[in-house]
């Protein structure tokens, strides 16, 4: 933004410091003079000789004016002086405010000392631009797999249309339940892309949410994927009154059985979905069982296209989205999002949102 030139902040309080320092010392010459004049007779007679009012105050009048001139050429540049000190922490924190706006995020002021007003101001810009060096990393490697997973089923696509030119003996049928297998793997990786961004813009609209029906209507309609691969899921709790987006929480829900059914024990596996009210918060907490995960693994789990190695996989996997939208909806909701290991194997992921009060 183009602004008009002014005076710097440090010549303001070099003006602000001179300024205090000759009212200041005006008004004490102006009281000395005061008394003087109300308590000294016309004439005294001293043992040095006679001392004159007039010409006592007419001395003192020019003693006062060089005093004057010395307190402002003192003010001046003392009060260059002491605002250069006080004003050389904002420098740093401007020096590297500049530094960020060209694209280095990687410079901290690191300012030492007691803490103040300008330590506690660059201590804030440190964490902030900590949390944009980690966005901006995270935003990378984003693009880079979202990149990468597009360009899958797209390079699928054209290999089997590759194919199908150069082998007319090719089935045509055969041809076309892959294309639309791979067209439909595309399909779910764009919605879920949107998905995602949505979130994280948060455009939408809030509203009184029952976060346990939401949790029901996800079970009951991953239920037939259950019962094919054996499992049995189990839900419990109570009406818990959340404040969000009907269309992102159900989606929050889904996302965390799928996940917790497609993650499991094939044929003897469980699924427990549960809700809870708390004081002020509301908890939707789904489990499940399966192979023991590692808790550097589980800390990885909810980052974009990751779908954790370790875990057993099944031919309804997902294109690697899934905790990472349930993360955003979360934090878009104001939530936390937990992930930790159950001692007996499988995964224990626990939502909680603010709580909605009847206002």
Known sequence: MDRKPGLSVRLKLTLSYAGFLMLAGALVLM???VVLRSHLPEIAVMPGGVLNRATLMSTF????????VFLLVFGLLGGWILAGRMLAPLTR???????????????RILLDGRRDEFRELADAFDAMLTRLEAQVAEQRRFAANASH??????????ALLEVARTDPAQVPGELVER???VNTRAIDLTEALLLLSQADRRSFTRERVDLSLLAEEATETLLPLAEKHGLTLETSGEVTPAHGSPALLLQLATNLVHNAIVHN??????VWVTTEVRPKTVVLTVENTGETLAPRLVSTLVEPFRRGSERIRTDHAGVGLGLAIVKSITQAHDGTLTLEPRPGGGLRITVSLPRWWLR
């Open 31 to 33: 009281t000395v003079w």
């Open 61 to 68: 009048t020019s003693a006062a004016g060089v005093a004057a």
């Open 93 to 107: 924190i401007t020096d590297a405010a500049r530094m960020a706006t060209g694209g280095s995020l990687s410079h």
């Open 149 to 158: 997973e597009l360009r899958t089923p797209l390079a699928i696509s054209q």
């Open 179 to 181: 294309l639309h297998a």
């Open 265 to 270: 024990r094939p044929g003897r596996g469980t």
